[in-house]
């Protein structure tokens, strides 16, 4: 199971910090990936990063403003977003999927979803 948590209402350039807990030993072999989703739009890849070697990739729109890490032994990932704009309000979900390769970014591709966080970011 994952558990996604962080979001919030911020103001335009303000930053959040979302994490996305994992129950199991490990994620070892896995990717998780943060995608969003808004009213009316399909769902979104944002990012992504490979559990065991922490590589990364993003999505256009979040390259230089979101940051994606985790935390190995607490089985965490985290999307660190700064300098949000109003385009970026979406419920923000994360998933991970078995593999290594982090350039895959469709939703269909990942097997496991958390239940998704809301980020509201005012003008």
């Known amino acids: 199971q994952l558990q996604a948590c962080g979001g919030g209402l911020v103001q335009a350039g303000g930053s959040l910090r979302l994490a996305c807990a994992a129950s199991?030993?490990?994620?070892?072999?896995?990717?998780m990936g943060w995608f969003r989703q808004s009213p009316g739009a399909e769902r979104e890849f944002v990012a992504s990063?490979?559990?065991?070697?922490?590589?990364?990739y993003y999505a256009d729109s979040a390259k230089g403003r979101f940051t994606i890490s985790r935390d190995y032994a607490k089985i965490t990932g985290y999307l660190q977003m700064n300098s949000l704009r109003p385009a970026d309000t979406a419920v923000y979900y994360c998933?991970?999927?078995?593999?290594?390769?982090?350039?895959?970014?469709?939703?269909?591709?990942?097997?496991?979803w958390g239940q998704g966080t809301l980020v509201t970011v005012s003008s």
């Open positions: 990063i490979g559990w065991n070697l922490a590589n990364t």
């Open positions: 199991g030993p490990s994620l070892s072999g896995y990717v």
């Open positions: 998933a991970v999927r078995f593999g290594t390769t982090v350039s895959i970014g469709k939703s269909s591709a990942f097997s496991y």
